[in-house]
Structure formats: structure tokens, C-alpha cells
């Protein structure tokens, strides 16, 4: 049911944000609120509660996130791989998952993605496997078994009918299935091939012992079908949130983002990578930080670490992102960039710093906390930002 217009004026008067407003009025609906005196009050005890959990001025949130957050990770493990539910999958996690976060490392140890499917993909698995196949990388070691003939200088493929038929459902004829594979090789290798059946053969243009292991060498890298960086896809029947229906979900070894959007069945409004670089090429910066802050949040979970608050980890996030890209947290990043001198210096390669800054001829205004704590002056945050002055006032009428 909708409010009533007396309901959203006493919910639109408050000094909420859009979100709390929202959750407001889905909390009105959900317990039949009527009344304008309980509505005011739900409104007025979520005001309260919201003003009080606000940062004071002059807090120093800087300090209380790193601390909030490296406190925890103290009692992170060094388990590289693990990921919950998904045995099959080697994904990066613990401590090591943390570092390459907040390192914003371009590619990560174990680049993974997690594929949602709409429509009847999502609940046949025929129709599933089809988008796995054009997912997954082919190769010829997949379909058959390759061998090399030295005295007639061939290599032969053998080709298994049932492989060929399950990875192209919908090519048609084993024939045309057979003639594509073969197309693909003379593209790929420049040679000519010859195919009958399920076996193809080709070889090098001179007789050559070399020439024909190097084409053997060649053959097993190309991809016949899929995506080149996809080694492996488990599929997995899951739940789907808030309901007792299930769903096909892939999860992938390797990461190729923006390929997988543009397939037909893939649902692009759920699929997730673990590779914050290709989120951002693909989606933007914003994007970006929303997957910083859930990979940094599932790493933490991951470990029952769930309790350190979100807020923090958003702020982390902010910070990597707020200049339009992707930055570190390190001497080539954010704290290698920063404007004071002594607060670079002290973070990592102090000579270096110093050296280019004398070189240069580089003030510091000691506007920071590094800097203030080195030359032992009160930092200015909280009190040491606040200037008490006491004045008489002598005039009387």
C-alpha cells in the first residue's frame, strides 16, 4: 500500500537521507502504519538514532578506519586458497586476498568471476550449459587426441563425436562441427588441412621434424571456441535471494568481464568479477569502488572478521577511488602522492623523498597528522583544531 500524503510529509520533514527515507516508508507499509502520531514517531526515533551515529567534526576517520581495519586483519589467516561452497574454484582469500586489494594489483593471483543467468538459462540446464560452452575455453586437448605421423610428416586429430556434440549444441551437423574446427586451424597455423569424419590432419609446408612439433606446439594453445582467459566454469544449482526457487550460477577460473556481459543468456546486472581493473574498464569508477568495498567486505566475512563496519571499508574505497581511477595504498598510490613532504617521507623511502624535495625546493605546511607528530606539534584534529579565545566584553549602557 502507498502512504498517505500526511504520513509523507512527516517522513520527507526529517533530516534523513534518501536511503533511511526509503527503508522508512518499506517499514510503514510492511506493519500497516495508518496513523500519523506512530509514523511521526518511527520517523522521529530513526532521525535520532541517524544524527547520533554521525562522525563529530574534527574526527579523525582517517585513523579510526586504518585502525579498525588492520586491528582485524591481525587475525587473518594465510590461506590462499579457499572459497567457500565453490570447492572446485582456487580463489585467493585471507590476508593475501586484503593486500591485493588495497595494493589495487592490475590482475589478481586468482581472477574468478561469478556468472548469473537470466531468463531460461537460469533454469534449464541444457540452456545453461550452452552459455558455459561459450564461455570456457576450448582447446583441441578437450575434443580429441592429437598425434604426429614422422614419416608422412602429419599431425591427426582425432576428434571425439560426443565431446563435439555436447560443446556445439546448436552448429548442426557433426560434419559442419568438423569443417569449422578444420577452418579454424588453417586460420590460426596457415596450413592446409584434410578432414573425413571425425579426424582431421594437416603439416608443415616442407618436410621438417621441427616445423611439425612447433605446429603441435601451436594447435594446443588456440581456442576453437569460448573465452582464451576462462580456463575452467563449475556450474552450481544456488538459491535465489529471498525466495525458495534455485538457479543455475557459473563461476569461472579466470576473468575476461566485459566478453561475458556481451553473451546471450548472461545476466549483466549480477555477474561480478574479482578484478576490480576490469570492473572499472568495463563499468566505471563507480562501479569500481561498490566492488572494492564488497570484495574487501567478503574477505573480511570470509575470515568471521564480519564485524568490522562497512563504513570504514567505504572510506577506504572513497579514497582509492575519488581522483576517477583506480589508486594504491602505497608509496606509488595515495601515500606516495601526497602533498606534504614529511608525510611521504615517513611512509616508505625516506631519503629518496627528502633528496627530490631539497632538490626542489618543496615547502611543507604541516597541515597534516604525520607531519605535525614529527616535528611535535598538536595535529590538528579534534581539540588540536580548536582555537579557544576569551574576550571581555567592557562596554555597559
Do not use: C
Not at 562522525?55 to 587475525?75: F, K, Y
Request: avoid cysteine.
Amino acid at each position: 500500500m502507498a502512504v498517505s500524503d500526511d504520513i509523507e510529509v512527516v517522513v520527507e520533514d526529517t533530516r534523513l537521507p534518501r536511503r533511511l527515507k526509503d527503508e522508512v516508508y518499506r517499514v510503514i507499509n510492511e506493519k500497516g502504519v495508518g496513523d500519523i502520531e506512530t509514523a511521526d514517531q518511527i520517523a522521529n526515533q530513526v532521525e535520532r538514532k541517524y544524527l547520533d551515529t554521525r562522525v563529530d567534526p574534527l574526527d579523525p576517520v582517517g585513523t579510526v578506519s586504518a585502525q579498525s581495519i588492520g586491528e582485524p586483519g591481525t587475525q587473518m589467516t594465510m590461506n590462499t586458497f579457499h572459497y567457500a561452497g565453490v570447492a572446485e574454484i582456487d580463489v585467493t582469500q585471507g590476508l593475501p586476498r586484503l593486500i591485493e586489494l588495497v595494493d589495487a594489483r592490475k590482475t589478481p593471483d586468482t581472477p574468478t568471476m561469478q556468472v548469473h543467468l537470466e531468463d531460461e538459462y537460469a533454469t534449464d540446464r541444457e540452456r545453461a550449459h550452452e552459455v558455459v560452452w561459450k564461455i570456457e575455453a576450448t582447446r583441441i586437448l578437450a575434443l580429441g587426441d592429437v598425434s604426429t605421423n614422422v614419416a608422412d610428416m602429419l599431425v591427426s586429430i582425432d576428434l571425439n563425436e560426443e565431446t563435439l556434440r555436447e560443446r556445439w549444441p546448436t552448429t548442426g551437423s557433426l560434419e559442419a562441427i568438423v569443417s569449422e574446427i578444420a577452418d579454424t586451424i588453417e586460420s590460426k597455423l596457415g596450413v592446409e588441412t584434410y578432414h573425413n569424419n571425425t579426424t582431421v590432419e594437416f603439416g608443415p609446408e616442407e618436410p621438417s621434424y621441427r616445423d611439425l612439433l612447433q605446429l603441435v606446439e601451436e594447435l594446443r594453445d588456440i581456442v576453437f571456441k569460448g573465452i582464451g582467459d576462462v580456463s575452467r566454469v563449475v556450474i552450481r544449482k544456488e538459491d535465489i535471494d529471498e525466495s525458495e526457487e534455485q538457479e543455475f550460477v557459473l563461476y569461472t577460473e579466470g576473468a575476461a568481464f566485459g566478453k561475458v556481459l556481451e553473451i546471450e543468456g548472461v545476466d549483466a546486472s549480477r555477474t561480478t568479477s574479482n578484478n576490480i581493473h576490469e570492473v572499472y574498464r568495463v563499468l566505471g569508477v563507480e562501479a569500481a569502488r561498490e566492488r572494492i568495498i564488497e570484495e574487501t567486505m567478503n574477505t573480511l566475512e570470509e575470515q568471521g572478521l564480519g564485524d568490522v563496519n562497512i563504513r570504514h571499508l567505504m572510506l577506504v574505497a572513497d579514497i582509492m577511488t575519488n581522483r576517477g581511477t583506480i589508486e594504491s595504498i602505497g608509496r606509488h598510490g595515495i601515500s606516495g602522492n601526497k602533498e606534504s613532504v614529511l608525510a611521504r617521507a615517513a611512509f616508505e623511502v625516506t631519503v629518496n623523498h627528502l633528496l627530490d624535495a631539497a632538490i626542489h625546493g618543496e615547502s611543507d605546511a604541516l597541515d597534516g597528522v604525520t607531519e605535525n607528530v614529527i616535528v611535535g606539534k598538536p595535529i590538528k584534529l579534534g581539540t588540536g583544531d580548536v582555537t579557544l579565545r576569551m574576550g571581555s566584553n567592557t562596554s555597559r549602557e
